[in-house]
C-alpha cells in the first residue's frame, strides 16, 4: 500500500495564481483532512471530510476549498494564492469509527508551498 | 471553539535526562493521540489514550490521559539523541464534529 500520496512535494505560486494540492489514499479511510504547519503554530486544520460528498469546515478554511468526489481523494484548492499561505500542507486519513470515534492519523509526506 | 495546549513548546535537554511534555484541552475529549515528528518529516502515529486515567507505554516513553479525559501527557525517561523532534498531542472531539485539533506542539532538542 502506498497510504497517503501528496503531490506535489514543493511548489512556488505567485500571488492571485490558483492550484490545487492533490491528496490520495488507499487505504479505504473515510476521514480525510487537510493541515498547515507553519513555525511555532503547530498544526492548524483546514477542511475536513467524514466521507465521499461531506466536508466541513476546520479552524482556517479561509481561501481554501476542498470537494471528496470519491473516498480515495481529496483536494485541497487555493483559490487566489496569497503570501499568508506560505506554508507546509499535510493531508491526513484515518478509520472513522461508528458514532465518530477517531482513529490514529496517517499523514502524507507534505507539500511546501511558497507564495511570492 | 475547542483548543489544545501544549507546554512546553521547547525544551532542551542533555542526553540521558527525562522529558515531559503536557497536553491540555479546554474540553472533554473523547480520545487522544500522541504523534512525533522529526526535523522536515511528517507527524508519524505514536500512540492512542481511549479510557480516563489509562497509562500505556511504549519502552522509554509513557503516556498518561488525565482522569476528566482534559489533560495528557507524554514522558521519555533518558532520552536519546533519536527522540529529537516535535511531539504533537491530537484531541479527538467525536459527536457530529468529529474534528481533530492539535496542540502547537514540543519542540525536543537532546544535546548529547
Known amino acids: 500500500n502506498a497510504g497517503v500520496t501528496q503531490t506535489p512535494k514543493f511548489q512556488v505560486l505567485k500571488t492571485g495564481q490558483s492550484m490545487t494540492l492533490q491528496c490520495a489514499q488507499d487505504?479505504?479511510?473515510?476521514?480525510m483532512s487537510w493541515y498547515r504547519q507553519d513555525p511555532g503554530m503547530g498544526l492548524r486544520l483546514i477542511h475536513y471530510?467524514?466521507?465521499?460528498?461531506?466536508?466541513d469546515q476546520g479552524e482556517v478554511p479561509n481561501g481554501y476549498n476542498v470537494s471528496r468526489s470519491t473516498t480515495e481523494d481529496f483536494p485541497l484548492r487555493l483559490l487566489s494564492a496569497a503570501p499568508s499561505q506560505t506554508s507546509v500542507y499535510f493531508c491526513?486519513?484515518?478509520?472513522?469509527?461508528?458514532?465518530?470515534?477517531?482513529?490514529?492519523?496517517?499523514f502524507g509526506n507534505g507539500t511546501r508551498l511558497t507564495v511570492t | 471553539g475547542q483548543q489544545v495546549m501544549q507546554i512546553p513548546q521547547y525544551q532542551h535537554v542533555q542526553e540521558g535526562e527525562d522529558f515531559t511534555t503536557y497536553c491540555n484541552s479546554s474540553?472533554?475529549?473523547?480520545?487522544i493521540q500522541w504523534y512525533k515528528q522529526r526535523p522536515g518529516g511528517h507527524p508519524v502515529f505514536l500512540i492512542q489514550?481511549?479510557?480516563?486515567?489509562e497509562v500505556k507505554k511504549q519502552k522509554r516513553l509513557t503516556f498518561q490521559f488525565g482522569e476528566a479525559k482534559k489533560n495528557s501527557s507524554l514522558h521519555i525517561t533518558a532520552t536519546q539523541t533519536t527522540d529529537v523532534g516535535t511531539y504533537f498531542c491530537?484531541?479527538?472531539?467525536?459527536?457530529?464534529?468529529?474534528?481533530?485539533?492539535f496542540g502547537t506542539g514540543t519542540l525536543l532538542a537532546v544535546q548529547p
Open positions: 491530537d484531541g479527538g472531539y467525536g459527536g457530529a464534529t468529529n474534528k481533530l485539533i
Open positions: 489514550l481511549v479510557k480516563s486515567g
Open positions: 471530510s467524514v466521507g465521499a460528498g461531506i466536508t
Open positions: 474540553t472533554t475529549l473523547s480520545n
Open positions: 487505504m479505504n479511510h473515510e476521514y
Open positions: 491526513a486519513s484515518s478509520y472513522y469509527g461508528a458514532g465518530g470515534g477517531n482513529s490514529p492519523l496517517h
